[in-house]
């Protein structure tokens, strides 16, 4: 679990371990800014029934960083960094996928019920996506 300022320098997509409290009353976790992830939260929101076959995402965010989170079900997230593409299946509510700003990601193969939980470290600018694909290749210098 990231907690020093030099694990604070991830530069590439990666799950994080939450806290988690087994508990025969029901399980729970938690995050705290800038302790468990390695950005200030300025926003939460969460995409929930999400018809089968649907994907959300497809695009970059420049400034934007985030944790997302199964709280629900299962699905995947897509991250591409504009050469590779790695594919993470979140299924447990106690590991959340962290992406750094500037990477192209999708979410996909939501399962019924799924409920996706993202923490990010902007207020919503819809500036601040990209969604051509030839125009994040060159945000990347690619
Ligand atoms: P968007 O992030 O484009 O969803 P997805 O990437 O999954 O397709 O959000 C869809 C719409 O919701 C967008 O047009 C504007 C609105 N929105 C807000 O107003 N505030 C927010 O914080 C978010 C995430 C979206």
């Given at each position: 679990?990231?907690?020093?300022?030099?694990?604070?320098?991830?530069?590439?997509?990666?799950?994080i371990?939450l806290p988690?409290?087994?508990?025969?009353?029901?399980?729970?976790s938690f995050i705290e800014e800038l302790k468990h992830i390695?950005?200030?939260i300025?926003?939460t929101?969460?995409?929930?029934?999400?018809?089968?076959?649907?994907?959300?995402?497809?695009?970059?965010?420049?400034?934007?960083?985030?944790l997302?989170v199964?709280?629900?079900?299962?699905?995947?997230?897509?991250?591409?960094?504009?050469?590779?593409?790695?594919?993470?299946?979140?299924?447990?509510?106690y590991?959340g996928?962290?992406?750094?700003?500037?990477?192209?990601?999708?979410?996909?193969?939501?399962?019924?019920?799924?409920?996706?939980l993202?923490l990010?470290?902007?207020?919503?600018?819809?500036?601040?996506?990209?969604?051509?694909?030839?125009?994040?290749?060159?945000?990347?210098?690619?």
């Amino acid at each position: 679990m990231p907690n020093t300022s030099e694990s604070f320098r991830m530069m590439k997509a990666e799950i994080i371990q939450l806290p988690r409290f087994e508990d025969p009353r029901g399980n729970l976790s938690f995050i705290e800014e800038l302790k468990h992830i390695p950005f200030k939260i300025e926003r939460t929101y969460w995409i929930y029934d999400v018809p089968g076959g649907q994907v959300r995402g497809g695009h970059a965010f420049k400034e934007q960083q985030e944790l997302i989170v199964a709280l629900s079900g299962s699905f995947d997230v897509v991250v591409d960094d504009g050469k590779e593409k790695q594919l993470f299946s979140l299924n447990r509510s106690y590991y959340g996928l962290y992406i750094p700003a500037g990477l192209w990601r999708q979410m996909e193969n939501f399962s019924t019920n799924s409920l996706a939980l993202v923490l990010s470290s902007t207020k919503y600018h819809a500036t601040d996506y990209i969604y051509d694909y030839a125009e994040f290749l060159n945000f990347r210098g690619l």
